[in-house]
Every structure is written in structure tokens, then in C-alpha cells.
């Protein structure tokens, strides 16, 4: 039973066009949420994150929104850079657990 | 700041043998986790630890796996016997408070 989705499993973009990146969860218990990226043969970084009480996020290039309605949260990458291209995870905390979801490989073009 | 420091970093090992990983978190992360990730998906919880306790470990296989957190800091968490499924990418990760994880980089383990 799959509490974080992430249902594309890659998202290809153009370099300086916007990334986003969509998550849903089932959970309404879950506080907090995070998203994460990944290169090859690292661990996941931190990004970037929103609590349950607000509804938007923004740190530089990157932005989370939150749809609490729909459990939908999305990040988007305004403008992509080669560099970002990773797999990106979305993660909800619950009593500080930290559950994942399947991540999406985002590849931006030059 | 060290990251999280992990070892080894690839291990290739025949069914039913035994394997270990090794954690060392940042420096004063009292809370430590192990996860497990299988390709395509993201990471899994194994067990969570506050200073030497294990505070979470549900998810942990317990006829397989143990682990340990001696003295509060370094961990290792271990199979035996390992089985062909357990061919993955075992994750440590340390926080300070909150809910940001760091996470070393991860030992990828081969069961042939």
C-alpha cells in the first residue's frame, strides 16, 4: 500500500523551460513533506520542504506547493539546468518517519 | 561537516553467507536510520534509532537482520544468511532534530 506516489517515473525538459515534478499521498495524517534528489551512486540530498500548514514554499529556482484537498504536492524547477537532471523524490514525515515515494528521473536537455 | 559515512561502499556476497554495514552519522545526530532501497523505488525504513535505542524497527526482517547502535553513534546493521532478494542499496541517514535526513551514500549489496 503505496502512502507516497509518484506516477511518472521520468520527465524529460528542456533547459531553461519549468520542471515539474508531481506527488500524491493518502495519508491526511502527514505533517510534513520534503522532496529529496538523487544522483548516481549518492545518497539523497535534502532540497527542500513544506508543513501541512502552509501551502507553498519557494527557495531560490525550486518551489513546492501543497494542495492539502487533493494530497497533491508538486515542486517545480524554474529554469531547469542541465544539473538538475537526478532522480527526484518526494517524502511525507508522520510522527518522524519519513516515507518515500518511488522517485522520478528528471533529464534536462541543453 | 562530515556527511554521513558509510562502508562499505559495494559488496558481492553468495547466498546464505553473512554481510555487514557500517554507519558513522554526523557528529551529534542523536537519531540514525537504516533503509533499505530496491531499483525504481524509493527508500524503505528498516529501523530508527534515538541515541542507542531503537525506537522503530516494524520493518526491520528480524529472522535475517539485526542491528546495533553501541555508545550512540557509529551503527551496523547486518544479515544472516543473506537471500538473493535482499540485493539493494542499504541507505544510513542521521538527523539533528526536525525532519531533514542526511544520508551517506550507501552500500550497494549483490547476493549471487
Known amino acids: 500500500d503505496q502512502q507516497v506516489k509518484q506516477n511518472s517515473p521520468s520527465l524529460s525538459v528542456q533547459e531553461g523551460r519549468i520542471s515539474i515534478l508531481n506527488c500524491d499521498y493518502t495519508?491526511?495524517?502527514?505533517?510534513?513533506f520534503l522532496w529529496y534528489k538523487k544522483y548516481p551512486a549518492e545518497g539523497p540530498t535534502f532540497l527542500i520542504s513544506?508543513?501541512?500548514?502552509?501551502d507553498k514554499n519557494e527557495d531560490g529556482r525550486f518551489t513546492v506547493f501543497l494542495n492539502k484537498s487533493a494530497k497533491h504536492l508538486s515542486l517545480h524547477i524554474v529554469p531547469s539546468q542541465p544539473g538538475d537532471s537526478a532522480v527526484y523524490f518526494c517524502?511525507?514525515?508522520?510522527?518522524?518517519?519519513?516515507?518515500f515515494g518511488q522517485g522520478t528521473e528528471l533529464s534536462v536537455k541543453p | 561537516e562530515a556527511g554521513v559515512v558509510q562502508s562499505p561502499r559495494y559488496k558481492i556476497i553468495e547466498k546464505k553467507q553473512p554481510v555487514a554495514f557500517w554507519c558513522n552519522p554526523i557528529?551529534?545526530?542523536?537519531?540514525l536510520y537504516w533503509y533499505l532501497q530496491n531499483l525504481g523505488q524509493g527508500p524503505e525504513l528498516l529501523i530508527r534509532?534515538?541515541?542507542?535505542?531503537?525506537?522503530?524497527d516494524s520493518q526491520l526482517p528480524k529472522d535475517r537482520f539485526s542491528a546495533e547502535r553501541l555508545k550512540g553513534v557509529d551503527s551496523t546493521l547486518k544479515i544472516q544468511p543473506a537471500e538473493l532478494g535482499d540485493s539493494a542499496v542499504y541507505l544510513c541517514?542521521?538527523?539533528?532534530?526536525?525532519?531533514?535526513?542526511?544520508f551517506g551514500p550507501g552500500t550497494r549489496l549483490t547476493v549471487l
Open positions: 541517514a542521521s538527523s539533528l532534530q526536525g525532519n531533514e535526513q542526511f
Open positions: 495519508n491526511s495524517m502527514f505533517d510534513y
Open positions: 513544506i508543513s501541512s500548514i502552509k
Open positions: 517524502a511525507a514525515t508522520e510522527g518522524g518517519k519519513l516515507i
Open positions: 557528529s551529534g545526530h542523536n537519531t
Open positions: 534509532y534515538e541515541n542507542e535505542e531503537a525506537v522503530d
